[in-house]
């Protein structure tokens, strides 16, 4: 697993190009540049500050990086953002990704989640490690204890 910055790719996977293109072209729009990178760039900045508030995950140098394993969740919500600012009503699907991807930001901003750390290859499991180290034997030729 790594730290990447979300690109819009990432959002052809909630969204079709159509919708995405459809958001581009909508009146309204205030501010110059790129409307989606902007939302891209906000929910990234959201997802990494949940991981910093964290305080056991070690975030990627380059601004707007965040884990893979958050990808999906992201982009629920750049997803739901882009839809809200379409003439189209939103589905109430994509609102309760949204609404769950929320929530598993919050998970992992009071560590009850843990994501991978920048550089991190493998997740190792600390509680299965510790188990087997501080188990005892119950079982030897004197005795049968626990059976």
């Known amino acids: 697993m790594a730290w990447r910055i979300p690109v819009e790719a990432d959002l052809a ?37 949940a991981c910093r508030s964290n305080g056991k995950v070690r975030l990627a140098p380059a601004a707007n990086a965040i884990p893979d394993s958050l990808m999906r969740a992201v982009m629920a919500i750049v997803a739901f953002d882009i839809l809200k600012r379409l003439p189209v009503p939103v589905g109430e ?40 180290g501080s188990s005892r034997r119950r079982v030897t030729d004197r005795t049968v204890e626990g059976l």
Not at 16 to 26: G, P
Not at 115 to 131: F, H, K, M, N, R
């Open 13 to 49: 996977a909630a969204l079709s190009q159509r919708e995405i293109d459809a958001f581009r072209a909508s009146p309204g729009r205030s501010g110059d540049g790129d409307p989606v990178r902007a939302i891209l760039d906000q929910a990234a900045a959201e997802a990494r500050a």
């Open 93 to 132: 699907d994509r609102r309760l990704a949204k609404d769950d991807a929320l929530k598993l930001l919050k998970k992992v901003a009071e560590g009850r989640i843990v994501p991978e750390s920048d550089g991190e290859e493998t997740l190792v499991g600390g509680p299965a490690i510790e188990l087997a």
